[in-house]
């Protein structure tokens, strides 16, 4: 057995080599490390010393009372609230490219799994044997896989440690996963540093390969890349928006995206960041870097303009929308604040739920805007989906939870004069319902 020294005080003593494991029969492997782990669980002297994070995980799990003999299910998520997890996750734009570099392997007999940051598994694609094989495992979307539920495994763990993670077959705790390997590795979101969640490879003991972790951690890496691209594309019109206003501004201002990166600046020293609070909204706000400041909504980010004291004692600015569905074939939403406004053209989707939106400030959830617009409350992933387009032009001006224009935003519609000309090509049941509103009025 092939081994890494590492040092125990006077001592020196062998590790466990992860390719050697690879290159050993699976049975062989699978006993030695049963060893190994039976050793450790008893307090005794093991064979060889479990790799670092194992056995650190392994230590974990003694001092939290998971049962290393048999595995601990806890409920899978409704499928109400795995939808909505999915919806509301950021890992789901990432979801081709992961696909691409981990399922789409002629003969691989493996699957992919893709988790939050709570261990919540939201997306599996594979093999049909080894998804059946995972079924067996509990171990499909809106179980939970964290270590104080399954004990040592590639999702959980890799949670833990924040970095790429292999954990083959007795490297598990729980000894009813000891059929399994896998390999996962922490996905980032590159514009704040927050953990997004897990993308593991698993598979029957037979798949090991040492150079699997290097794949999953590669392909991770690929996809904090993307994200980054999109970030920096996302500046770059950000940017093409704010240059003609703060050229009115006549004073201090920057303009920065919803995490506050800064696309553009006039009057004031250039940095890369301004920190944000947690819900920003239009309006007099004061920020810990610039101090009483006047924000307004851009389309995917913010106009931030420092006051001086004079100006801190006046009131704040207001966003104002209008909703423009006064004409058949053209929708457009404008918003402006005190230095100028933007205009964004609408799909006839987006002016739908948009048009449900303003004509109930109150809110609507996911499954409300379901039935006002599909006439069906299920079809809510539908809603999710284009509101997260929407409130990546309007987050400045729309709240979610529920679904909702800003209390402080003036919103106006403008409609057509002939209530049969309100957007005449929808069938949603919010339209319907105004269009035969409107008509009774007028008769």
């Known amino acids: ?31 030695l490390l049963r060893n190994i782990r039976d050793a450790a669980l008893r307090g005794g002297r093991p064979p060889l010393s479990p790799r670092a994070d194992i056995g650190a995980s392994w230590q974990r799990m003694l001092r939290e009372g998971v049962d290393p003999d048999r595995d601990r299910r806890s409920g899978l998520l409704s499928p ?50 080894v998804l059946r094989m995972a079924d067996g495992h509990g171990f ?31 490297e598990h705790f729980v000894a009813t996963h000891h059929t399994w390997t896998c390999a996962g590795a922490p996905i980032t979101d590159p514009r704040d540093g927050r953990l997004m969640g897990v993308v593991d490879v698993s598979g029957p003991v037979t798949t090991m390969h040492p150079a699997t972790l290097l794949l999953v951690g590669s392909v991770a890496r690929l996809a904090e890349a ?84 004079a100006d801190a004692r006046a009131g704040g600015a207001a966003a104002r929308l209008v909703l423009d569905v006064s004409r058949p074939r053209e929708w457009t939403v404008r918003v402006s604040g005190a230095v100028g406004c933007w ?32 006439g069906d409350r299920t079809r809510t992933v539908t809603v999710r989906a284009e509101m997260s387009r929407i409130r990546r032009t309007l987050g400045g001006v729309l709240a979610h939870r529920p679904y909702r224009f800003r209390d402080e935003v003036e919103v106006e519609v403008l409609a057509p004069a002939d209530a049969g000309d309100l957007l005449p090509y929808s069938t949603a049941p919010a339209v319907v319902a105004a269009r035969r509103t409107a008509g009774d009025r007028a008769g």
């Not at 609230?81 to 890992?91: A, Q």
């Not at 691409?100 to 493996?110: D, I, Q, T, W, Y």
């Not at 992919?112 to 694609?125: I, K, N, Q, Y």
């Not at 004073?251 to 995490?259: F, S």
Request: charged share 25%; with cysteine; glycine share 10%.
């Open 1 to 31: 057995m092939g081994a890494v020294r590492e040092r125990e005080g006077p001592v020196q003593k062998a590790t466990v080599d992860i390719t050697r494991l690879a290159a050993m029969d699976s049975r062989e492997a699978t006993l």
């Open 80 to 129: 109400a609230e795995l939808e909505e997890r999915r919806g509301g996750s950021p890992l789901a734009v990432l979801l081709p490219l992961l696909r691409e570099g981990l399922v789409s392997m002629p003969g691989a007999r493996h699957l992919m799994v893709v988790a939050d940051a709570d261990g919540r598994v939201l997306w599996r694609e594979g093999h049909p044997s």
């Open 140 to 170: 499909e979307p809106g179980a939970d896989w964290r270590e104080s539920t399954v004990g040592t495994n590639g999702v959980g763990t890799a949670l833990v440690v924040r970095r790429p993670v292999q954990v083959h077959s007795a």
């Open 226 to 309: 993307e994200l980054r691209n999109r970030h920096l594309a996302g500046l770059a019109r950000l940017r093409a928006v704010a240059a003609p206003l703060l050229c009115r501004v006549g004073g201090r201002a920057v303009a920065v995206d919803r995490y506050g990166w800064t696309a553009a600046v006039t009057g004031l020293t250039p940095v890369d960041r301004v920190p944000l609070p947690p819900s920003l909204g239009a309006g007099r706000v004061r920020l810990a870097t610039l101090g009483e400041c006047d924000v307004e909504p851009l389309p995917g980010g913010w106009l931030v303009r420092p006051l001086d004291a």
């Open 343 to 374: 205009t964004r053209e609408l799909s006839p989707r987006h002016a739908e739920l948009l048009y449900a939106l303003a004509v109930r400030r109150e809110g609507r959830t996911a499954a409300q805007l379901a039935a006002d617009v599909f």
